[in-house]
């Protein structure tokens, strides 16, 4: 199917970005693209502006802090998979992105567009929410805690533009997930960070939206193996139940990728 028809516009800053959209109630941001145009071309969302944030550079890079590991909203998931800086802060997070979708996906998506659109299925979210990352966009700072409010929801306001995300150095980390055989996403994903203050650890993929299991931080802190959490299991309550996974298959998948995600961290 096609799109329905739009006006395209390539700002040269954010403020200009910015103006277009409060000029145009239903203009829509378009960054990699890989969410957006396949929900046009469903005709799922018809905005009669796309903002194109693809061209502005000072959305796009990666900057090694001495506590944090700062990345432009902009940066593509191959970008960050092959960072160097990336792969030394935080090698968790080169994994994770290096596991998104496939090459084409890895190549055009972005942080920021990932971040903004929460799918419940998408990898990043685990990770702002275990390393307890800061989102930071043209209006404001926002806490990973409070970022995600649901399924397909978020705390960004109408216009309001994700610039980047500093992500804290764990002093271990670890992600695994157990992916969709066809589109790699998320069935259940999980990213342990054992940090400075104690030990967190964020799932995606089974609930509508990334959550904690703060009953396997609490044990974690204590001590930081995979059998530690052997006999937590997630409740299987309100979990995600589709023809691909059970809810309760889901809260098994939950218990087993965390154990992986350990060792990951313990390598
Ligand atoms: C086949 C396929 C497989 C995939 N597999 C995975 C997977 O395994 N794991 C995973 O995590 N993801 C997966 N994705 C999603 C993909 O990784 C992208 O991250 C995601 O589509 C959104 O990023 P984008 O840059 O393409 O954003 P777009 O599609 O351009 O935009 C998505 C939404 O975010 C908004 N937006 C974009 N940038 C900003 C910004 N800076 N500030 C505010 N709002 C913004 C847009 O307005 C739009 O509403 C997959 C996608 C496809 C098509």
């Known amino acids: 199917m096609y799109t329905a028809a739009f006006q395209y516009l390539r700002p040269k800053s954010l403020a200009e970005a910015e103006a277009a959209f409060a000029?145009?109630?239903?203009?829509?941001?378009?960054?990699?693209?890989?969410?957006?145009?396949?929900?046009?071309?469903?005709?799922?969302?018809?905005?009669?502006?796309?903002?194109?944030?693809?061209?502005?550079?000072s959305l796009v890079?990666?900057?090694?802090?001495?506590?944090?590991?700062?990345?432009?909203?902009?940066?593509?998931?191959?970008?960050?998979?092959?960072?160097?800086?990336?792969?030394?802060?935080?090698?968790?997070?080169?994994?994770?992105?290096s596991h998104i979708g496939d090459p084409a996906v890895r190549h055009r998506g972005t942080l920021g567009g990932s971040i903004a659109?929460?799918?419940?299925?998408?990898?990043?979210?685990?990770?702002?929410?275990?390393?307890?990352?800061?989102?930071?966009?043209?209006?404001?700072?926002?806490?990973?805690?409070?970022?995600?409010?649901?399924?397909?929801s978020t705390a960004l306001e109408d216009g309001e533009i994700v610039t980047?995300?500093?992500?804290?150095?764990?002093?271990?980390?670890?992600?695994?997930?157990?992916?969709?055989?066809?589109?790699r996403y998320a069935m259940a994903g999980v990213f342990v960070a054992e940090l400075a203050n104690g030990v967190r650890v964020a799932v995606t993929g089974a609930a509508p939206?990334?959550?904690?299991?703060?009953?396997?931080?609490?044990?974690?802190?204590r001590n930081f193996s995979p059998d530690a959490i052997a006999g937590i299991e997630v409740p299987a309550d309100g979990l995600n139940s589709d023809l691909f996974a059970s809810a309760e298959y889901r809260a098994h998948l939950v218990t087993v990728m965390a154990k992986r995600a350990i060792a990951a961290a313990m390598v």
Do not use: C, W
């Not at 890989?34 to 929900?39: E, F, N, R, V, Y």
């Not at 990334?210 to 609490?218: L, N, S």
């Open 23 to 57: 000029k145009n109630g239903d203009a829509k941001y378009l960054a990699g693209g890989q969410t957006l145009i396949p929900t046009m071309k469903q005709r799922l969302a018809a905005p009669s502006l796309l903002i194109d944030l693809a061209r502005l550079s």
């Open 61 to 97: 890079f990666i900057r090694s802090e001495a506590n944090a590991l700062v990345i432009g909203a902009g940066t593509t998931h191959a970008a960050v998979a092959a960072s160097v800086d990336v792969k030394k802060a935080i090698p968790a997070l080169a994994h994770l992105a």
């Open 117 to 152: 659109n929460n799918d419940p299925a998408a990898d990043y979210p685990a990770a702002v929410l275990a390393l307890g990352a800061t989102i930071r966009t043209t209006r404001r700072t926002i806490a990973g805690d409070d970022f995600f409010t649901g399924m397909f």
């Open 164 to 183: 980047e995300v500093s992500f804290p150095r764990a002093r271990r980390a670890g992600y695994a997930k157990f992916p969709n055989p066809a589109s």
């Open 209 to 221: 939206s990334v959550f904690r299991v703060q009953d396997m931080e609490g044990v974690l802190a």
